[in-house]
């Protein structure tokens, strides 16, 4: 009986070691198991750098406009040519030019392509008279909006849209020819939907005006706005 006591004893014992080397071996599995994930020592990081620079660009997307060749009519003491005029008939009066209607007498499309709002400057190479010349001429801008809020202007003291120079978007001005020429806005937006003037311009061209081709230069010039 001493024996078979002592057989059972061992076969206990047995099973018990044969459970706690499983568990043992099962432990070791799911710690190898879980070293798979990541940990701080296999984690990086990297970087992206670049510097964007501010400009200021602006550049005439409609840059010539051109009448063709005319005459005022007979009789007549001069002929307007007006580029805001919308048909025909209204952009020469008393006169008679083969470019008087069309995208050759549209007006001057202006736009800022940079990344900064910009003081506005706007000068021409002439006058009225050394462009023109005769009796009574004139040359005369126009600057509107061609997308809204496109110019911005210091409020004057009366409530007007106006900066210092007392230009006022809309109505026609004799043509600057001094420094910069005039100052149109004070801050020209660069956002896309208004970002975009149009200079139109008058000429009163007189019966006794220079002859030949005429032409002249407009230029615009544009600082960051501060």
Do not use: H
Not at 55 to 78: E, K, P, S, Y
Not at 186 to 204: C, H, Y
């Amino acid at each position: 009986m001493g024996t078979n006591k002592n057989l059972v004893f061992l076969i206990i014992v047995a099973v018990i070691l044969t459970i706690i080397a499983f568990k043992v071996n099962l432990s070791s599995k799911q710690e190898n198991y879980l070293t798979s994930f990541a940990t701080s020592g296999n984690v990086t990081s990297g970087k992206i750098n670049l510097t964007v620079e501010l400009g200021v660009i602006i550049n005439f997307t409609t840059d010539v406009i051109d009448w063709g060749t005319g005459r005022v009519d007979a009789g007549a003491n001069n002929a307007t040519l007006d580029t805001s005029r919308s048909t025909s008939e209204t952009k020469v009066a008393n006169g008679n030019w083969t470019g008087s209607f069309g995208n050759r007498t549209k007006g001057l499309l202006l736009e800022n392509i940079g990344n900064l709002n910009a003081t506005l400057y706007i000068k021409t190479g002439k006058n009225a008279t050394t462009f023109i010349g005769g009796n009574n001429p004139a040359y005369e801008l126009n600057v509107t909006n061609n997308e809204s809020s496109s110019c911005g202007q210091n409020e004057s003291t009366t409530g007007n849209s106006s900066n210092a120079l007392n230009f006022t978007l809309g109505l026609y001005y004799t043509v600057n020819t001094t420094g910069d020429g005039a100052r149109i806005c004070d801050w020209f937006n660069f956002e896309d939907t208004k970002d975009a003037l149009r200079l139109d311009i008058l000429l009163r061209v007189p019966a006794s005006s220079n002859t030949g081709n005429l032409e002249d230069t407009i230029t615009a010039t544009a600082y960051a706005s501060s």
